[in-house]
């Protein structure tokens, strides 16, 4: 029984030693298998939480900065578009109804002026050449001659001094008499068409200022009639307001400066018509007192 006994101990010993053994291997590789199981995981979780992160910033911050980036050029080059885009035809039709009498002034303007110009250009004369040759028949007794060279010869001085003439025979009190009827004549040739002028250039003024307390008045009322007040329904308006007065001063301006122009020229005819018949009188009266020597 003691050999059985002593067998059993020591068998019962080298199992529990070999229990301890197998225990304390297994307590060192628990935490290894454990870290391996849980690493797999904790990888996984972290790239899950990247890609949500980067899912959910990349699409909301990019595309809003490039919107805020891009809507406002767009909204730019409309208005520039839209402004550029008014021609003469946009701006007679947003001026309103009171454009048509500005351009109907403006068109009887051009056309008197450009009918002055000719005129006048083709009265032009050198007075002093034309005096020379003048005196030259009339001292030489060729009367007829002189009345040949001013019919040849356009303008006022020339048909005064041919109306002077015609009365030689009659004293220098008729040619005189002659040459200021002639001259009264040529004046109102001259001035032809410059009252025409002077009104166009008071009444379009007054025009444009009509059509400027029209378009004032229409921007009031669409004001009164509507309930929310907006800038784009007075804009209509005052744009009728500021087109017609605009108008209105570009077509006085030249118009006036052509009638300003063309009132000096007429200045400068009757200067030149004034020495001229003083010249013929002049020219006469020496040649009586040489017939009566």
């Known amino acids: 029984m ?20 197998l225990l304390v291997l297994l307590l ?29 910033v990349v699409p909301v911050e990019e595309p809003v900065e ?9 909204v730019e080059e409309v208005e520039r578009s839209q402004s550029a885009s008014m021609d003469l035809k ?24 450009v009918e002055r110009f000719i005129t006048f250009s083709k009265a032009k004369l050198d007075v002093n050449k034309f005096l020379e ?22 303008g006022p001085v020339s048909a005064i001094l041919r109306a002077g003439l015609m009365r030689r025979d009659k004293g220098l009190v008729d040619v005189e008499k002659a040459i200021e009827g002639a001259g009264s004549i040529e004046m109102a040739h001259l001035e032809k068409g410059l009252v025409v002028l002077a009104t166009v250039s008071s009444v379009a003024p007054m025009i444009g200022f009509l059509g400027t307390v029209s378009g004032m008045i229409r921007a009031f009322g ?20 500021l087109i017609t007065t605009a108008t209105g001063l570009m077509v006085a301006i030249p118009i006036q400066m052509a009638n300003n122009f063309f009132i000096a020229k007429v200045g400068r005819f009757i200067t030149d018509m004034e020495e001229a018949s003083m010249f013929l009188v002049d020219q006469l009266a020496d040649m009586e007192h040489l017939k009566q020597l």
Request: net charge negative; glycine share 10%; with cysteine.
């Open 90 to 113: 946009d701006l007679f039709i947003a001026g309103g109804n009171f454009m048509w009498p500005l351009l109907i002034a403006l068109i009887i303007g051009i056309a008197v002026a």
């Open 222 to 241: 669409e004001i009164a009639a509507a309930k929310n007040v907006d800038a784009s329904l007075v804009a209509g308006g005052i744009q009728e307001a």
């Open 28 to 56: 060192i590789m628990a935490p290894f298998a454990i870290a391996q199981g849980e690493e797999p995981e904790a990888i996984e979780t972290t790239e899950e939480i990247t890609e949500v992160v980067e899912e959910e």
């Open 2 to 21: 003691v050999g059985i006994s002593g067998g059993f101990t020591r068998k019962n010993k080298e199992s529990y030693q070999m229990h301890k053994i």
């Open 133 to 154: 040759q003048l005196g030259g028949y009339i001292r030489k007794g060729d009367l007829s001659g002189a009345e040949t060279l001013c019919d040849r010869t356009r």
């Open 66 to 74: 490039n919107a805020d980036v891009e809507e406002a050029p767009v």
